[in-house]
């Protein structure tokens, strides 16, 4: 798994669920988050993140969902 695909992989670990998630343009950080997409984007503005990337995480996640991809 690269170093990025990592990074990304331990943010949305972290990542609370059932809410609007802004990652950073590189999608290894988590800029903002928020009930809406609104929020979220308005957040990660105020953050100083241009271009975020915008998620809605699941209520739960599915077990594989979020596991290394590394055996």
Known sequence: MSPQAEARLNAL???PLDSWVALSEDETAIVATGESYAEAAEKSDAAGC???I????PKQWA???VLSAER
């Open 13 to 15: 670990r972290k990542a």
């Open 50 to 52: 241009s271009d975020p």
């Open 54 to 57: 915008i998620l809605k995480t």
């Open 63 to 65: 077990p594989l969902s």
